[in-house]
């Protein structure tokens, strides 16, 4: 069957095998997340925030990208340990782009620094 004749299958922009988990109890294992998540696919991996930062979330990364679908479309919202769980495909190009904003940003403050330490003016 070719996947012209499956659209609901059809994968959105930026569908990936990764899933991003946030408003996890801070009380959740990995075992209890490989439990739920386990049931829509085989998985590679899952890690936990352990940070302060990090706490109550988790990435989940699937061998395939529809078991990743699969899972989004049926566990955001999803209530577990007193919690709706917010499911999310990961977006690296965001905190990359977050990153290089913050390069430039910096990037800039040294160009100024040196410009007034050896006195050239702005132009």
Known sequence: ????????????????????VKNLNYTITGEDLYDLFGRYGTIRQIRLGNEQK??????VVYDDVMDAKNALDHLNGFHLQERY????????????AAAQKAELEQR????QRLK?????PNE
């Open 108 to 111: 800039e403050r040294e160009l």
């Open 85 to 96: 769980i917010v499911v999310l495909y990961h977006m690296p190009t965001r905190q990359e």
């Open 116 to 120: 007034e330490e050896h006195n050239i």
């Open 1 to 20: 069957m070719s996947v012209a004749a499956r659209p609901a299958n059809k994968l959105p922009p930026g569908a990936n095998r990764i899933l991003f």
């Open 54 to 59: 990090t706490r109550g979330t988790a990435f």
